[in-house]
């Protein structure tokens, strides 16, 4: 849920990859919404991408440690594959993917989220 300031608000214990993933969805149609590929733009659209979302985060003020990454790239007939791995406790521990595509390129957002132990 939005926090009226714009705010993304967790549940205190645990990381909320469905509204982490409507948070990516919107930084990334906002920075690459209505744009065609343009191979001089994808490094500043793809940290764009990942400075806007990686903000959010840190203004929610969590005991967690993020990570987000993103590849913005041409669309082609051979498509775009990516895999990642972990190992942690799912119960305070998160991760969400995002896959965006329009007629010219297709992006990944990976974010992982890793609880800190006081």
Same mark, same amino acid.
């Given at each position: 849920?939005? $926090?009226? !300031?714009?705010?993304?608000?967790? +549940?205190? %214990?645990?990381?909320?990859? /469905?509204?982490? $993933?409507? !948070?990516?969805?919107?930084?990334? +149609?906002? %920075?690459?919404?209505?744009? /065609?590929?343009?191979?001089?733009?994808?490094?500043?659209?793809?940290?764009?991408?990942?400075?806007?979302?990686?903000?959010?985060?840190?203004?929610?003020?969590?005991?967690?440690?993020?990570?987000?990454?993103?590849?913005?790239?041409?669309?082609?007939?051979?498509?775009?594959?990516?895999?990642?791995?972990?190992?942690?406790?799912?119960?305070?521990?998160?991760?969400?993917?995002?896959?965006?595509?329009?007629?010219?390129?297709?992006?990944?957002?990976?974010?992982?989220?890793?609880?800190?132990?006081?």
């Amino acid at each position: 849920r939005w $926090h009226p !300031i714009g705010i993304l608000v967790q +549940d205190p %214990v645990g990381f909320n990859a /469905d509204e982490a $993933h409507n !948070i990516v969805k919107e930084c990334v +149609d906002g %920075v690459l919404g209505g744009e /065609d590929c343009n191979q001089n733009n994808i490094n500043q659209w793809t940290a764009g991408i990942v400075e806007e979302f990686l903000t959010y985060l840190v203004k929610l003020v969590k005991a967690y440690k993020y990570i987000v990454t993103g590849a913005v790239i041409q669309r082609s007939a051979y498509g775009f594959h990516t895999a990642s791995s972990w190992f942690w406790d799912s119960t305070s521990d998160g991760t969400c993917t995002v896959r965006w595509e329009n007629r010219t390129m297709n992006c990944i957002v990976n974010v992982f989220a890793i609880a800190v132990v006081l």
